[in-house]
């Protein structure tokens, strides 16, 4: 399937670290989004990225693609507690109304 | 400014007992729907997905099924839930395909 994979599946660094996260997919896509989904809740729109961009900025993220390599990463510059959450990235089905997630990185900033 | 909401908050269901969620969007016309399913700690599972009244699309097979009634409002059904239905159901809505979409609060539904 489409189904897109994050790496790594927990991260845990301490306030004020530079947070990483990859996804990589099988297929070719329109676009790339990235969604936060704190504890029980339902998920919130980070920001998308079209294929034919390599890179997007949106306050203390940034968002890479590789569409050679089939993969993305989301950087969180200068983490806060408050950034503690799980992370997806979700891939359109380049044809279809679909998309698809992986299966998220789960991110703990430690105070 | 647009909406969703879906009900139940929470739902704990006997196996073998019905199941209907709702989903209702609220400032937006003609949006498309979809419905996720969440297993503890994993990621979302494409349910169903709808563009228009009475058009529903099934990305998985199984004792579930989907309905759009009206332009705005979507429902997840079942007529005999298994243990395996459990989980956290997400509905959410989009402008266009390949768009962000917006996601409700969900229904975490426990089959015992």
């Known amino acids: 399937s489409q189904q897109g994979e994050e790496d790594p599946q927990a991260l845990s660094i301490q306030e004020g670290e530079n947070a990483t996260m990859n996804c990589s997919y099988k297929?070719?896509?329109?676009?790339l989004q990235w969604y936060r989904q704190n504890s029980g809740r339902g998920l919130v729109h980070l920001i998308l990225?079209?294929?034919?961009?390599r890179e997007k900025h949106s306050g203390r993220l940034r968002v890479t693609l590789d569409t050679s390599k089939k993969s993305s990463s989301l950087l969180i510059t200068a983490s806060r507690a408050a950034d503690t959450a799980s992370y997806f990235c979700?891939?359109?089905?380049?044809?279809?109304?679909?998309?698809?997630f992986g299966t998220g990185t789960s991110l703990t900033v430690i105070p | 400014s647009q909406t969703i909401h879906q009900w139940p908050a929470t739902l704990v269901q006997p196996v073998g007992s019905p199941l209907s969620l709702e989903c209702t969007v609220e400032?937006?016309?003609?949006?498309?729907l979809y419905w996720y399913r969440q297993a503890a700690g994993r990621g979302l599972q494409l349910l169903f997905y709808?563009?228009?009244?009475?058009?529903i699309s099934s990305e998985v097979p199984q004792n579930l099924s989907a309905s759009r009634p009206q332009d705005r409002q979507f429902i997840l059904s079942s007529k005999k839930l298994l243990l395996s239905d459990s989980g956290f159901y997400l509905c959410?809505?989009?402008?266009?395909?390949?768009?962000?979409?917006?996601f409700g609060p969900g229904t975490r539904l426990t089959v015992l």
């Open positions: 400032g937006t016309s003609n949006p498309n």
């Open positions: 709808s563009v228009g009244i009475g058009q």
């Open positions: 297929t070719s896509i329109n676009n």
């Open positions: 990225i079209r294929s034919n961009e």
């Open positions: 979700a891939t359109d089905a380049h044809t279809g109304n679909q998309f698809y």
């Open positions: 959410a809505w989009s402008w266009e395909p390949y768009n962000e979409q917006f």
